[in-house]
């Protein structure tokens, strides 16, 4: 095996690794758990495969990865995808989609996956999905991963299924949501939908648990209930996270919020956009507690406690050393997500501002990559947080969002409203908005030297208005640009 590395999982799993069966594939690796279960995999020395909808997302992250383009919404892209692979690991979630979309595709998914899975003859499937009474009536996202476990479970492939309720680790959203509001909120109300109880696991448990079912055949087709060993309520949660981080909470029952209203005022008050948030909410109204503990029989391992997990996150978060966030995925067949190679016509709104300072390229390109988050917009912050607090206000996802490393960056990592389009070190830093905008955004950063050994720093807004009212947007913040952009190139070259 590779040298152990301490802040692997599953260095004391009790199975035993079995590379020997062939290339595992692992669907949603850019997602939160698909991209904490590949190294977990590599480390483990499997072969591993991963189905991404876009190369460009994971082209530099992992070495030693097969990586296939493939959509599950699109069925001949599966075969090839799923061709000589033994295991499959079914982590696809098109939450992000929302909430008019996500459940309609999250079941053809399911569904093209499962009847290429029995083309390909692959010999298990591995799901990972949610927790949830199947005799009460559910929030459409649990719903939703009950329905993708029985598609997948009719198909000839064993599959085995786990179902989890929150999941507690750095860059989970339910954790950002639970720490945000105990930081923001001095009077907490509960609403009387949130009264129920649920059984959050770590992430580690998580991982350990995908990763064990992969070395213990008798896991193949059987259906698994996963969870820390503590039943808690949501208030009990957010006492816990209060008293973690010193912080004096009071708490308040109330049966007046509805769960729209309580999703808007926690998106304010947290990272996590609205569509998220209030799919989460949702599922609050439900109970979601194991129905047995049936998996310690194959895989007896100790979980972490509540605490427990709180703690690392917490940790990890100090070390800014988060390896996956819940904004890392997103689905590339939305509108936002066209490239600005894509674009078909010439971009007619531009402006550029350039500065040549005799700093090192290396030097100018680490502080590019540190701009947002906790470091800000330098001296026009204030008005970016403006900017940030009126998309929140509108839905968007807003500069609260952050990023997921103060210092680290990689393509489709977020950075406040805008994500990584494309990385190119110590030359070119291209962010996509993902702001509310009547039309779509790109901000790209470039080094280039210059014949007399110094370096031009240069920042180029390019912009495609949607309609009319896209055009008059362009031109009002037009004189608050030349301001922003070249304030931003002066810090730069300044800390740098
Ligand atoms: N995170 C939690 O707290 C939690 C809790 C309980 C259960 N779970 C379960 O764990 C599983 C994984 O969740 P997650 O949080 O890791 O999800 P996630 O971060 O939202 O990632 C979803 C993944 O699905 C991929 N995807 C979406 N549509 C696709 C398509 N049509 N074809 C191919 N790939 C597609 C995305 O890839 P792109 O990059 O191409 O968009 C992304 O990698 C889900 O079943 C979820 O219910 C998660």
């Given at each position: 095996?590779?040298?152990?590395?301490?802040?692997?999982?599953?260095?004391?799993?009790?199975?035993?690794?079995?590379?020997?069966?062939?290339?595992?594939?692992?669907?949603?690796?850019?997602?939160?758990?698909?991209?904490?279960?590949?190294?977990?995999?590599?480390?483990?020395?499997?072969?591993?495969?991963?189905?991404?909808?876009?190369?460009?997302?994971?082209?530099?992250?992992?070495?030693?990865?097969?990586?296939?383009?493939?959509?599950?919404?699109?069925?001949?892209?599966?075969?090839?995808?799923?061709?000589?692979?033994h295991t499959a690991?079914?982590?696809?979630?098109?939450?992000?989609?929302?909430?008019?979309?996500?459940?309609?595709?999250?079941?053809?998914?399911?569904?093209?996956?499962?009847?290429?899975?029995?083309?390909?003859?692959l010999k298990r499937i591995i799901?990972?999905?949610?927790?949830?009474?199947?005799?009460?009536?559910?929030?459409?996202?649990?719903?939703?991963?009950?329905?993708?476990?029985?598609?997948?479970?009719?198909?000839?492939v064993p599959t085995t299924?786990?179902?989890?309720?929150?999941?507690?680790?750095?860059?989970?959203?339910?954790?950002?949501?639970?720490?945000?509001?105990?930081?923001?909120?001095?009077?907490?109300?509960?609403?009387?939908?949130?009264?129920?109880?649920?059984?959050?696991?770590?992430?580690?448990?998580?991982?350990?648990?995908?990763?064990?079912?992969l070395?213990?055949?008798?896991?193949a087709g059987?259906?698994?209930?996963?969870?820390?060993?503590?039943?808690?309520?949501?208030?009990?949660?957010?006492?816990?996270?209060?008293?973690?981080?010193?912080?004096?909470?009071?708490?308040?029952?109330?049966?007046?919020?509805?769960?729209?209203?309580?999703?808007?005022?926690?998106?304010?008050?947290?990272?996590?956009?609205?569509?998220?948030?209030?799919?989460?909410?949702?599922?609050?109204?439900?109970?979601?507690?194991?129905?047995?503990?049936?998996?310690?029989?194959?895989?007896?391992?100790?979980?972490?406690?509540?605490?427990?997990?709180?703690?690392?996150?917490?940790?990890?978060?100090?070390?800014?050393?988060?390896?996956?966030?819940?904004?890392?995925?997103?689905?590339?067949?939305?509108?936002?997500?066209?490239?600005?190679?894509?674009?078909?016509?010439?971009?007619?709104?531009?402006?550029?501002?350039?500065?040549?300072?005799?700093?090192?390229?290396?030097?100018?390109?680490?502080?590019?990559?540190?701009?947002?988050?906790?470091?800000?917009?330098?001296?026009?912050?204030?008005?970016?947080?403006?900017?940030?607090?009126?998309?929140?206000?509108?839905?968007?996802?807003?500069?609260?969002?952050?990023?997921?490393?103060?210092?680290?960056?990689?393509?489709?990592?977020?950075?406040?409203?805008?994500?990584?389009?494309?990385?190119?070190?110590?030359?070119?830093?291209?962010?996509?908005?993902?702001?509310?905008?009547?039309?779509?955004?790109?901000?790209?950063?470039?080094?280039?030297?210059?014949?007399?050994?110094?370096?031009?720093?240069?920042?180029?807004?390019?912009?495609?208005?949607?309609?009319?009212?896209?055009?008059?947007?362009?031109?009002?913040?037009?004189?608050?640009?030349?301001?922003?952009?070249?304030?931003?190139?002066?810090?730069?070259?300044?800390?740098?």
């Open positions: 095996m590779n040298q152990i590395d301490e802040n692997l999982f599953c260095n004391d799993l009790p199975s035993k690794p079995k590379p020997e069966i062939g290339t595992i594939l692992v669907t949603g690796a850019t997602g939160y758990i698909g991209g904490r279960l590949v190294p977990e995999l590599l480390a483990r020395e499997y072969r591993v495969r991963v189905m991404v909808r876009s190369a460009s997302s994971v082209a530099e992250r992992w070495t030693d990865v097969e990586i296939v383009v493939a959509d599950a919404l699109k069925p001949d892209t599966l075969d090839l995808a799923l061709k000589g692979v690991y079914y982590l696809i979630h098109s939450l992000m989609l929302g909430k008019k979309n996500f459940e309609t595709a999250d079941i053809q998914a399911a569904v093209n996956f499962r009847d290429a899975a029995n083309r390909q003859q799901y990972l999905g949610g927790l949830g009474d199947m005799e009460t009536p559910l929030s459409p996202h649990l719903r939703s991963r009950m329905r993708v476990a029985h598609e997948l479970k009719r198909g000839k299924i786990f179902r989890a309720a929150v999941i507690i680790g750095s860059g989970s959203a339910s954790y950002e949501i639970i720490k945000h509001l105990v930081r923001n909120v001095p009077i907490l109300t509960i609403p009387k939908w949130a009264c129920t109880k649920c059984q959050p696991i770590s992430i580690r448990g998580v991982i350990k648990y995908l990763v064990g079912a070395e213990v055949d008798a896991t059987k259906l698994f209930d996963i969870g820390g060993d503590e039943i808690l309520t949501y208030e009990q949660m957010l006492r816990i996270q209060a008293e973690i981080m010193g912080k004096k909470r009071f708490f308040i029952s109330t049966s007046l919020m509805n769960i729209g209203l309580y999703s808007y005022v926690a998106s304010l008050l947290t990272p996590v956009p609205v569509p998220l948030v209030r799919c989460l909410m949702t599922s609050c109204k439900n109970d979601v507690v194991c129905d047995d503990e049936d998996i310690k029989k194959f895989l007896p391992f100790k979980t972490l406690s509540y605490r427990e997990a709180i703690l690392r996150a917490m940790s990890r978060e100090e070390q800014d050393d988060i390896r996956t966030r819940w904004s890392d995925a997103y689905p590339p067949a939305h509108e936002l997500a066209m490239k600005l190679h894509e674009v078909k016509e010439a971009i007619r709104f531009t402006s550029s501002y350039t500065l040549e300072t005799d700093k090192s390229r290396s030097s100018l390109f680490r502080t590019i990559c540190q701009i947002g988050g906790k470091e800000g917009w330098f001296n026009s912050s204030i008005l970016w947080r403006m900017r940030g607090l009126l998309d929140r206000v509108l839905m968007g996802v807003g500069t609260s969002r952050g990023r997921r490393s103060t210092k680290q960056l990689r393509i489709n990592d977020v950075i406040d409203f805008w994500r990584v389009e494309e990385l190119v070190k110590n030359e070119l830093l291209l962010l996509r908005a993902e702001m509310k905008l009547p039309g779509k955004a790109w901000l790209k950063f470039t080094v280039s030297p210059t014949l007399d050994n110094n370096n031009l720093l240069t920042v180029n807004a390019y912009y495609q208005p949607r309609n009319l009212f896209g055009k008059i947007y362009w031109y009002v913040f037009l004189p608050f640009h030349i301001f922003i952009f070249n304030d931003l190139i002066k810090e730069i070259a300044k800390r740098s």
